[in-house]
């Protein structure tokens, strides 16, 4: 069964501090992972996607990394800012069929 | 949330009710989804569509209906078969039904059913 847990559950962090949120999967064949920002009460917005070939993948302060060999994948923030307080889903796709696979999402608080 | 609305943001319904929930873009997308959010769950797809006047069952179909009679438009029935209706539906889309394409989600609709 085609499965992501991401981890930690749950961070709080002090504004300015870095972080590292992990996302595991296990779908097969890999396509494509990407890293979704989630605001409280509002719909995903896409922040990185990467195929198997690639192993990083910046957007500003998000930094992603992609281990294909281990099937594991980390969100970098840097630097970090109240309005990175939301919930961030890995979504990892297959070549099969047509279904995304979601994480259940890491809640990230900043505090001042 | 780009060039998506849903509407309403929030509704109540009375147990036993069906309600539909809007859904449209102007993004000239093909595809169109209806995912539910639960706390502390994943996204879960409800209804796809690829084009036009054609549309698939996703993981949790049973309880709801949807159409697509015109591109722009994918509006989701929740019927009274759907037996925990309370939830955070969200709609998206993309430019095909690819798996590498981007999907774009809308605001949301909180539906709550008394």
């Known amino acids: 069964k085609n499965q992501v847990e991401q981890s930690p559950q749950s961070l709080i962090i002090l504004e300015g501090k870095n972080c590292t949120l992990q996302?595991?999967?296990?779908?097969?064949?890999?396509?494509?992972l990407r890293w979704y920002k989630q605001d409280t009460g509002r719909g995903p917005v896409s922040l990185t996607i990467m195929t198997f070939s690639e192993n990083t993948k910046s957007n500003g302060r998000y930094t992603a990394t992609l281990d294909a060999d281990t099937k594991q994948s980390s969100l970098h923030i840097t630097a970090s800012q109240l309005s990175d307080s939301a919930s961030y889903i890995c979504?990892?796709?297959?070549?099969?069929?047509?279904?995304?696979?979601f994480g259940k999402g890491t809640s990230l608080l900043v505090t001042p | 949330d780009g060039g998506i609305t849903q509407s309403p943001k929030y509704l109540f319904r009375k147990e036993g009710q069906n309600v539909t929930l809007s859904c449209e873009q102007n993004l000239n997308h093909d595809a169109m989804y209806w995912y539910r959010q639960d706390p502390g769950q994943g996204l879960r797809l409800i209804y796809y569509?690829?084009?036009?006047?054609?549309?698939q069952k996703g993981d949790i179909a049973e309880g709801y209906s949807v159409s697509r009679e015109k591109k722009e438009s994918f509006p989701l029935t929740v019927t009274s078969a759907q037996k925990n209706p309370t939830a955070f539906y969200l709609c998206?889309?993309?430019?095909?039904?690819?798996?590498?394409?981007?999907?774009?989600f809308g605001p949301g609709t909180r539906l709550t059913v008394l």
């Open positions: 979504v990892v796709s297959a070549h099969s069929g047509y279904a995304l696979n």
């Open positions: 998206a889309s993309s430019i095909a039904g690819g798996i590498t394409d981007t999907q774009y």
């Open positions: 996302c595991n999967y296990t779908v097969s064949p890999f396509s494509n």
């Open positions: 569509s690829q084009i036009v006047n054609d549309f």
